[in-house]
Nanobody, 123 residues
Framework: VQLQASGGGLVQAGGSLRLSCAASGIIFSTARMGWFRQAPGKEREFVAGITWNAANTFYADSAKGRFTISRDNAKNTVYLEMNSLKLEDTAVYYC?????????????????WGQGTQVTVSS
């Protein structure tokens, strides 16, 4: 199983980035997918989640109105479009796949995690 996150980088405040997470070794089309992030010295936190068929999406309050999660089951890939980036969005971003019970914000829902991609927002 592999979840390969990419698309991170250095961006100025107010800018945009699009993260991708390509999955292999799982039946991607059945998986709930989520994005989390972890800033230095902080706990990993939920950012966004999407159901297997993209019928429902969920966002942390910090992401609402600025971030959009989407998926392409034909490409086994989940995306996170991030706009109007702020300094406080600086973190390592992780994608995760899961089938367990629970809310999308709960890390217990997820079975597999990607390696993370660094997002750095500068002033």
């Amino acid at each position: 199983v592999q979840l390969q996150a990419s698309g991170g980088g250095l961006v100025q405040a107010g800018g945009s980035l699009r993260l991708s997470c390509a999955a292999s070794g799982i039946i991607f089309s059945t998986a709930r997918m989520g994005w989390f992030r972890q800033a230095p010295g902080k706990e990993r936190e939920f950012v966004a989640g999407i159901t297997w068929n993209a019928a429902n999406t969920f966002y942390a309050d910090s992401a609402k109105g600025r971030f959009t999660i989407s998926r392409d089951n034909a490409k086994n890939t989940v995306y996170l479009e991030m706009n109007s980036l702020k300094l406080e969005d600086t973190a390592v971003y992780y994608c995760a796949a899961g089938w367990n019970r629970g809310t999308f914000a709960s890390q217990a829902l997820y079975d597999y995690w990607g390696q993370g991609t660094q997002v750095t927002v500068s002033s």
